[in-house]
């Protein structure tokens, strides 16, 4: 019977029934075992007559440093697409120089917004901008004297992006379930200094939760999490988990 120490988080696969999978390094990580059963009671003992087992229930939480798109699109069900795409680009501000700023973009048509303005195809007036879009550069100009040179000016606007990855969620999507296995490195000593093996734990069949958040406080590193709830596999075997132990050797 082996015998040793776990002093890491695991390592996950995810495959899912839409034929996704995913891999994660997670930074802390657990799988439980648990369920809910119903007590009996009689009226002349001071103890249960009976307990009776109702459900069982595996929960796996994981928590991982990295973000990826596809531990967004495991989490929301929706469907990656890496092609070019309109993107939105904001927050930079460009100095005005003789009513005119030039940005390093060539900017989709018709989509810069600049606040208090209204962009015009015909002559300039007071509160609009033209747009000129040139090649790797576009050049917005303003009505004379709207600004003076030497102000920042932060438009927003879009770019066609070639390379561009992008996740589309529907209102029809909703996270799927698959295979969850879970690989956590076994040691020889409870300081986690040799691996000796790992323990392998494959849930055949989990829901994956709805619930994810991106974000995080000003220069710390965001972490993503993922919850799985194990359901019936409806195996014709029965088997609801597994549970191994692979020698270092063979891995």
Same mark, same amino acid.
């Given at each position: 019977m082996k015998q040793g120490f776990i002093v890491d988080a695991p390592k996950a696969l995810i495959l899912t029934s839409k034929g996704d999978s995913a891999v994660l390094s997670a930074t802390s990580?657990?799988?439980? @075992?648990?369920?809910?059963?119903? *007590?009996?009671?009689?009226?002349?003992?001071?103890?249960? /007559?009976? #307990?009776?087992? *109702? *459900?069982?229930?595996?929960?796996?939480? /994981?928590? #991982?440093a990295e973000w990826k798109m596809s531990n967004m699109q495991l989490t929301t069900g929706g469907t990656?697409?890496?092609?070019?795409?309109?993107?939105?680009? @904001?927050?930079? !501000? +460009?100095? &005005?120089?003789?009513?005119?700023?030039?940005?390093?973009?060539? &900017? &989709?048509?018709g989509s810069v917004r600049i606040a208090g303005l209204t962009e015009v195809e015909t002559t300039l007036a007071t509160t609009n901008f033209k747009v000129v879009v040139g090649t790797g550069s576009t050049v917005i100009t303003f009505f004379a004297s709207e600004f003076v040179a030497g102000s920042e000016i932060s438009p927003s606007f879009k770019v066609a992006v070639t390379a561009s990855e992008t996740l589309t969620v529907t209102t029809q999507d909703a996270p799927t379930s698959g295979e969850v296995v879970l690989q956590f490195p076994v040691y020889g000593d409870e300081n986690?200094?040799?691996? #000796?093996? +790992? /323990?392998?734990? /494959? &849930? @055949?069949? !989990?829901?994956?939760g709805r619930a994810n958040k991106v974000g995080g406080a000003y220069k710390s590193a965001s972490t993503f999490d993922i919850t799985l709830r194990g359901n019936d596999p409806r195996r014709a075997d029965k088997k609801m988990f597994e549970v191994s132990y692979i020698p270092v050797a063979v891995v």
């Open positions: 990580g657990e799988i439980s @075992f648990g369920g809910d059963s119903i *007590t009996i009671n009689g009226g002349w003992s001071a103890y249960d /007559l009976i #307990e009776i087992d *109702t *459900t069982s229930s595996i929960e796996v939480a /994981l928590t #991982e990656v697409v890496t092609g070019s795409a309109d993107q939105y680009y @904001f927050g930079d !501000a +460009y100095i &005005v120089a003789t009513d005119e700023i030039t940005i390093p973009y060539e &900017v &989709v048509t986690g200094v040799d691996i #000796e093996g +790992y /323990l392998q734990i /494959l &849930v @055949f069949k !989990a829901k994956i």
